[in-house]
């Protein structure tokens, strides 16, 4: 098998019309350095002509290696696949959309060489972003830090380089619910962060709405944290002690011969609120028994139609 320095792993779902130019860009910075490279590209179940293209341009071009899966599974499988798949001793992740400049590569590299495992980029700009974009994303990773058991730097996504030795760890790991950026925060080794300006989208749409941000904030929280069930035990403290508080408040006002808390009002209130703790802890709950539930049944993260066979 022929050695290579460099996997450079795109998840792609529906970017035909970046797809050329991701490709000239990524093979203008690579052949740049000197180094041995392959870009797997890995097809999540696209259907806007996305699995064509990727196989035409692996005809054109031998440094592409196509993994195409059966149907889509998400960006985090896709990442997943690029990891199974990869045979560079530095792993490259990217976005296809072109917000994270292949030419931030080389800066990646640069402090890989230096000694580095995990080099992850931070954004310190967010070119061709709505305001509400920008602010539920700095929320997102702030909390993320703040209640999360693994320190996950801020304002960073998926672009980063990976030793081999990481990846190799990072594929031990077969959980469901997946968040990768937590996931090389939480194995360790040496880490350092490159900052880059991110660039607006070349072409088409975001993958990543509100809901999908949503869902990866709970994969995130749920992964890495312990937090929301301690949430729901406060709130049971909180309502048994005032529950102690008031029977003596509302005892003493009775013999006292106040009529404050007489009628149906304050039983309703009492009820709904410690209505709403129990049922807000019983989510919480399910959120947690849900993932242990889809762990459980074991089925593969992905499902591969076409890949490389050398692997």
Sequence with gaps: MKKITYSI???????????????????????????TWELILVDDGSTDGSTEAIRKLAGTDQHIQPVIFARNFGHQAAITAGWDYARGEAIVIIDADLQ???????????????????????RSEREG???????????????????????IPVDTGDFRLMDRK?????????????FPRGMSAWVGFKQVGVEYKRA????????????????????????????PLQVATYFG????????LAI??????????????????????????LGGVQLISLGILGEYVGRLYDEAKGRPLYIVREAPEDR
């Design 9 to 35: 792993v795109v998840p792609v779902y529906n970017e035909i019309d970046s797809l050329p130019e991701l490709h000239r860009r990524v093979s203008e910075v690579m052949n740049s350095c000197g180094e």
């Design 100 to 122: 994270d400049p292949p030419e931030v590569i080389l800066d990646l590299a640069k402090k890989w060489k230096e000694g580095y495992e995990v080099v992850y980029a931070v």
């Design 129 to 151: 972003e709505t305001w509400f974009k920008k602010i539920t994303a700095a929320a997102f990773y702030r909390l993320i830090y703040s209640i999360t058991d693994v320190k």
């Design 166 to 178: 990481v990846v190799e760890v990072l594929k031990q790991m077969k959980e469901r619910h997946r």
């Design 200 to 227: 607006a989208r070349v072409a088409g749409v975001t993958k990543y709405p509100f809901n999908k941000m949503l869902k990866l904030a709970l994969n995130a929280i749920t992964g890495f944290s312990y937090f």
């Design 237 to 244: 403290f909180i309502s048994a002690g005032i529950a102690i």
């Design 248 to 273: 003596p408040l509302v005892a003493a006002l009775r013999l006292a011969g106040s009529h404050f808390f007489e009628g149906q009002t304050t039983t309703l209130i009492s009820v709904l609120f």
